[in-house]
């Protein structure tokens, strides 16, 4: 091997080098910026910061998403499952009540919960701002199952606390899609 052909290798050696140094800055650089969103997103949620927080860290998926895409998808998928659980409590809770109210909660208004994050979850990526939109309105559910509770002088800590998770996943997710660019 003449000396030509060794500089050619050790000049093609140190690229890949500097290439790989790079990309790895970059990764971090994107990590610590996504750290800097979620910080933000949960500040967006004001009072409920803390709650915020604490779902972002007990997360898998929201802790290993690279952008405010995959975080939002997380927490939109984490808005379906909550509120097909909720759901899913509710519908029990009405069979053995026979209570309009709960019965309410656990169709429409529940139907409109999944719905509303699952809508979401199908635009993020296609129409950013509709998915902001349906994220929001998730929340409609909760608070109509509330006042239909009320009207009918109920009150079910559980069913409370549920409406209260599903309005703070609401938030987030709100918070969320809102810093997703309009063009992806």
């Given at each position: 091997?003449n000396?030509?052909?060794?500089?050619?290798?050790?000049?093609?050696?140190?690229?890949?080098?500097?290439?790989?140094?790079v990309?790895?800055?970059e990764?971090?650089?994107?990590?610590?910026?996504?750290?800097?969103?979620?910080?933000?997103?949960?500040?967006?949620?004001?009072?409920?910061?803390?709650k915020?927080?604490?779902?972002m860290r007990s997360?898998?998926?929201?802790?290993?998403?690279?952008?405010?895409?995959?975080l939002?998808?997380?927490?939109l998928e984490?808005?379906?499952?909550?509120?097909?659980?909720?759901?899913?409590?509710?519908?029990e809770?009405?069979?053995?009540?026979?209570?309009?109210?709960?019965?309410?909660c656990?169709?429409f208004?529940?139907?409109g919960?999944v719905?509303?994050?699952?809508?979401?979850?199908?635009?993020?990526?296609?129409d950013?701002?509709?998915?902001?939109?349906?994220?929001?309105?998730?929340?409609?559910?909760?608070?109509?199952?509330?006042?239909?509770?009320?009207?009918?002088?109920?009150?079910?800590?559980?069913?409370?606390e549920?409406?209260?998770?599903?309005?703070?996943?609401?938030?987030?997710?709100?918070a969320?899609?809102?810093?997703?660019?309009?063009?992806?």
């Amino acid at each position: 091997m003449n000396s030509s052909t060794k500089s050619s290798i050790w000049f093609s050696l140190g690229l890949i080098l500097i290439i790989a140094n790079v990309a790895q800055a970059e990764e971090k650089s994107a990590t610590l910026d996504l750290s800097k969103l979620v910080i933000k997103v949960c500040d967006a949620t004001a009072t409920e910061r803390a709650k915020c927080m604490d779902i972002m860290r007990s997360n898998p998926k929201m802790l290993s998403a690279k952008n405010i895409v995959q975080l939002s998808q997380a927490i939109l998928e984490l808005g379906v499952s909550k509120g097909k659980e909720g759901q899913k409590f509710l519908k029990e809770l009405a069979k053995k009540t026979k209570s309009p109210a709960l019965e309410q909660c656990a169709g429409f208004d529940y139907d409109g919960v999944v719905g509303s994050f699952k809508s979401a979850l199908g635009e993020i990526k296609e129409d950013p701002m509709t998915a902001n939109y349906d994220a929001k309105v998730a929340s409609d559910g909760p608070d109509t199952c509330d006042r239909g509770l009320a009207s009918e002088n109920i009150v079910n800590p559980a069913v409370t606390e549920l409406n209260k998770q599903i309005r703070l996943l609401s938030g987030i997710a709100f918070a969320a899609t809102n810093f997703i660019p309009n063009k992806i």
